[in-house]
């Protein structure tokens, strides 16, 4: 195990397994010293651990753990790519959608939920530039949706 990994379990989190494709995609691409991946919905354990817009069936609280679940799923997809997550030398680029009901405009508090848990894990290598985007709708009704882009070292 990893410096990384075994930051996550201090921090009481695991990662999962990969989540299997919805459509016609996979999980993570490497390209040069980078590595994207595709939008992760909050499944745990192979179930969509909650759904809904946010500001009507979800609330804001809901919304930021189940970014931070996208993350992690985010995440396992990279440490497959990679094989390690010790070889992220920065988190780049992180996109949030959130599947807001009408006036619902607290985006970047749900996005907030992933933005401190890369903090948490990656410290300083985990500062990024953050796009949070309301959406109407999203896969399977999911309330958020999260991509990362990370630099390898």
Not at 71 to 76: E, G, K, P
Not at 84 to 100: G, H, P, Q, Y
Request: net charge negative; charged share 20%.
């Amino acid at each position: 195990m990893g410096e990384i990994e075994a930051k996550l379990e201090t921090l009481g989190h695991r990662l999962p397994a990969v989540p299997e494709p919805a459509g016609a995609y996979i999980p993570a691409v490497r390209t040069g010293n980078h590595v994207y991946t595709s939008g992760q919905v909050p499944f745990e354990d192979g179930e969509l651990a909650s759904s809904g817009k946010v500001g009507a069936e979800v609330s804001l609280e809901e919304a930021r753990a189940a970014a931070r679940t996208c993350v992690l799923n985010a995440l396992a997809a990279i440490r497959a790519e990679l094989g390690s997550l010790d070889r992220v030398a920065r988190i780049v680029k992180l996109t949030v959608f959130v599947a807001s009901a009408e006036g619902f405009n607290d985006q970047a508090r749900v996005a907030n939920g992933a933005s401190e848990l890369l903090g948490e894990i990656f410290g300083e290598r985990g500062a990024h530039a953050r796009s949070a985007v309301g959406v109407f709708e999203l896969p399977l009704g999911a309330p958020v949706e999260v991509e990362v882009i990370a630099e390898i070292g």
